[in-house]
């Protein structure tokens, strides 16, 4: 399968932990997009790469943040020092990056869950 | 902040029925997007509309844009079981278009 893939499907924490997600994206795709989904609400931007490159951040993405793409392939997003309010699902995104305006694949999310 | 909203929230229908949904945005796009979520699940794509088009269908979906009014439509058709799910508009923002921002969605149950 060459799907957007995420890993892990669920993560629980306890709150002050530190928790990594990882994202592989479709194989020929340059942009890589994060985003954050709370329940029964549309997801929310947090950032997005083209290639390594981290070209835009939202100011949902606090310091405690932070999202690399060390050889624009696969991705990581880092939430240090976790909070409740942190619990939602964790969505990667890909695209192919030739063009402006192009249409997302999405993974199936990591759902975090911070007690 | 989100800038485009969905309406209704929630709709209930009958197999068979049609289900429509509205979708209103703020600032001038060039385009607007529909996606669909099925439960704990991540979105799919279906359907991309450009400004310069009033109307799009792919199979059982139809999809309006008013410019003028800053609003979309989503039709299904003919609906069936297995196209409850969570309905998302999205519109660019930035110059280039390549951040998507969503709206609050539309969760939509067809009854067998």
């Known amino acids: 399968d060459t799907g957007v893939s995420q890993n892990p499907r669920h993560k629980i924490t306890k709150r002050g932990q530190n928790v990594t997600f990882r994202c592989d994206p479709i194989s020929e795709h340059n942009r890589l997009y994060w985003y954050r989904q709370t329940l029964g609400q549309g997801p929310e931007f947090l950032t997005y790469?083209?290639?390594?490159?981290?070209?835009?951040k939202s100011r949902l993405l606090s310091d405690r943040f932070s999202a690399e793409r060390p050889k624009g392939s696969f991705s990581t997003l880092e939430i240090q020092r976790t909070e409740q309010g942190d619990s939602a699902m964790y969505l990667c995104a890909s695209s192919l990056g030739q063009y402006d305006n192009e249409k997302l694949f999405f993974g199936s999310g990591t759902q975090l869950s911070v007690l | 902040s989100q800038q485009g909203e969905e309406d209704p929230q929630a709709l209930s229908i009958q197999e068979g029925e049609n289900a429509t949904m509205n979708c209103s945005y703020k600032t001038s796009i060039n385009n607007l997007q529909w996606y669909r979520q099925n439960s704990g699940r991540g979105l799919v794509h279906l359907i991309l509309?450009?400004?310069?088009?009033r109307e799009k269908h792919s199979g059982r979906l139809r999809v309006t844009l008013d410019t003028s009014k800053k609003s979309s439509s989503l039709l299904i058709t003919a609906s069936r079981a297995a196209d409850t799910a969570s309905y998302f508009c999205?519109?660019?923002?930035?110059?280039?278009?390549?951040?998507?921002?969503f709206g609050g969605g539309t969760r939509v149950l067809v009854k067998p």
């Open positions: 509309i450009r400004s310069n088009e």
């Open positions: 790469f083209q290639n390594e490159a981290q070209l835009e």
């Open positions: 999205a519109t660019p923002l930035g110059a280039a278009g390549n951040k998507l921002t």
